[in-house]
């Protein structure tokens, strides 16, 4: 069975520039996260779809994030215009359901700098 | 307040020791679920195991082993005999619906484990 995929794994842009991530999850998940990880602490949640409707987003800086899961599959995490802070990994993860027994599954992350 | 704390930013030992990880968490919640997670350098998270409220049995797979104790809030992890490839930084996790929360998880901030030939 083929995990998350995620790209791209590494970007740099300068600040004031727009990036995109996007991610693919497990075939047959219908509940798909975005966390951003900064160095040295544990992931932290930016936005949760459960299929393609948003479940939960109080996490996310709506002012420069913006995130969508068209057909209720593929998702892509949009940051405009990005801030030295941003500089993280984004991992994307996926897990059958919203339910707090499901197990969620990572993708590798995407490493973003941000100059 | 939900929160996860991981008291060791990081432990180094040699080869076939013993290493416990630590893990305190806290919540309102009397459902909750408790997980571990492993991240090696490639980056990417992988689950070690899940454990609910309601299920105070420790467990033993392999050379890890795990020790749940509400009365002190503490899902602690042990590696026996450790290997170099254990070297990682590890997660402990929590989930509930606290909140309206929708189960998503809070991160301690991960201990890295160096394991040393």
């Known amino acids: 069975e083929a995990g998350v995929a995620q790209s791209p794994r590494y970007k740099i842009i300068e600040k004031r520039q727009s990036v995109a991530f996007w991610c693919n999850p497990i075939?047959?998940?219908?509940?798909l996260y975005w966390y951003q990880q900064i160095l040295g602490q544990g992931p932290k949640l930016l936005i949760q779809?459960?299929?393609?409707?948003?479940?939960?987003d109080s996490q996310l800086p709506k002012d420069r994030f913006s995130a969508e899961r068209l057909k209720g599959v593929d998702s892509t995490l949009k940051i405009q215009p990005a801030k030295l802070e941003d500089s993280a990994v984004y991992l994307c993860a996926s897990s059958l359901g919203g339910r707090e027994h499901y197990e969620q599954y990572f993708g590798p992350g995407t490493r973003l700098t941000v100059t | 307040a939900q929160k996860v704390t991981q008291a060791q930013t990081e432990i180094s030992v040699v080869e076939k020791e013993d290493v416990t990880l630590d893990c305190v968490y806290e919540t309102r919640d009397t459902t909750y679920y408790l997980f571990w997670y492993k991240q090696p350098p490639s980056g990417e998270l992988v689950f070690l195991i899940r454990r609910n409220s309601f299920d105070e049995q420790n467990e033993i797979s392999g050379r890890y082993s795990w020790n749940f104790q509400k009365s002190t809030s503490s899902f602690n992890f042990t590696i026996t005999a450790s290997q170099v490839v254990d070297s990682a930084v590890y997660f402990c996790?929590?989930?509930?619906?606290?909140?309206?929360?929708?189960?998503?998880?809070?991160f301690g901030k991960g201990t890295k484990l160096s394991v040393k030939p």
């Open positions: 996790a929590l989930r509930t619906n606290y909140g309206g929360s929708q189960g998503n998880l809070i």
């Open positions: 779809f459960q299929n393609n409707g948003v479940v939960d």
């Open positions: 075939s047959g998940h219908a509940t």
